[in-house]
């Protein structure tokens, strides 16, 4: 595991301002007690690394103090801006939870701005929120403990699961999934199964995964009008809330250039906090399926979050 060290804790009054180092700071629900940016959202806590710090020196022409980009907490040891939403930083019971990397410029609001004509921080720096509090000071450390995105593809065949021929769509739609998360930067645990057309099994399986907090399950096969062709109507009936946008924009995208697409009957939707995505069982349209689901998912994530970037 990652440590980052904390070079400086910092507090500002007021928004749009440099923070002053102090002794110690107290997180808690709200962010920082006492700082200008805590409340009840998800930019509660900012950090920014001494190895995007000292880019600016130059361009200042002088040595910059901690907390005067408006970070509450100045650290060293790894660039942070490399991490992404939903990381975490740990330092005893306290817990925070990467939100979001950058932000928009308070341009001519920002002190450093006015300075330096320039600033570090809307590139580099991130924001938390806390999800344990506690007391923290310059010299503890911090460790670095990046999101796993937990993902579970269930391949839905009769003769797929009695051996009789190859699965290839959930093969192909688990290194589809890898090679999406890992370039962008995403640490990725991927589980393929196969089972029969099976409601019972199925069901079963979905809440088994839902309950352990899977972030993601996709689905292939069973999504036609054939007697055997349950997936849907499975999956439907536990979702918490049903996407529709999706699957219709996918058939209605592919299905102007080949009717057959309009029969299929594909769903997605959340139960819990796990997105849950029903795919055809053909290996073309499980790639046609995937390149558009992929493009909503790290929104997808934010919102079910409860993360409010607009």
Not at 85 to 105: H, M, N, P, W, Y
Not at 171 to 176: A, E, I, T, Y
Not at 233 to 258: A, H, N, Q, T
Not at 288 to 298: C, L
Request: hydrophobic residues 35%.
């Amino acid at each position: 595991m990652q440590k980052i060290k904390v070079l400086s804790v910092n507090i500002s009054e007021k928004k749009g301002t440099i923070k002053i180092p102090v002794d110690r700071i107290i997180l808690s629900g709200i962010g920082v007690e006492g700082d200008a940016h805590s409340g009840n959202w998800h930019r509660q806590v900012s950090l920014l690394g001494k190895e995007s710090f000292e880019k600016m020196e130059s361009s200042a022409g002088r040595e910059l103090q901690y907390g005067e980009f408006a970070e509450n907490i100045t650290t060293e040891g790894f660039p942070l801006f490399r991490m992404k939403a939903f990381d975490r930083l740990i330092s005893g019971k306290i817990l925070l939870e990467v939100t979001q990397i950058g932000k928009k410029c308070h341009g001519n609001n920002c002190a450093i701005m006015q300075e330096i004509g320039n600033c570090v921080m809307p590139k580099e720096g991130i924001f938390c929120r806390v999800l344990s509090g506690g007391e923290l000071q310059s010299g503890d450390i911090l460790e670095y403990q990046p999101k796993i995105i937990k993902v579970h593809v269930i391949t839905l065949s009769d003769r797929a699961s009695q051996g009789i021929y190859e699965d290839k769509s959930g093969p192909l739609l688990k290194k589809l999934s890898e090679e999406f998360f890992i370039e962008n930067g995403r640490h990725v645990e991927i589980e393929n199964t196969i089972i029969p057309d099976n409601e019972v099994q199925l069901r079963d399986l979905l809440k088994e995964l839902i309950g352990k907090n899977t972030d993601i399950v996709f689905t292939t096969g069973g999504t036609g009008i054939g007697p055997r062709d349950i997936t849907p109507d499975v999956v439907k009936s536990i979702l918490d809330k049903e996407i529709p946008g999706i699957m219709e924009m996918i058939r209605v995208k592919y299905g102007m250039e080949f009717p057959n697409a309009l029969i299929s009957r594909s769903i997605a939707g959340v139960a819990g906090k796990t997105l849950i995505y029903a795919l055809p069982g053909n290996p073309k349209a499980v790639k046609e399926y995937a390149d558009e689901i992929f493009k909503t998912v790290e929104h997808s994530f934010r919102m079910l979050n409860a993360i409010d970037e607009h």
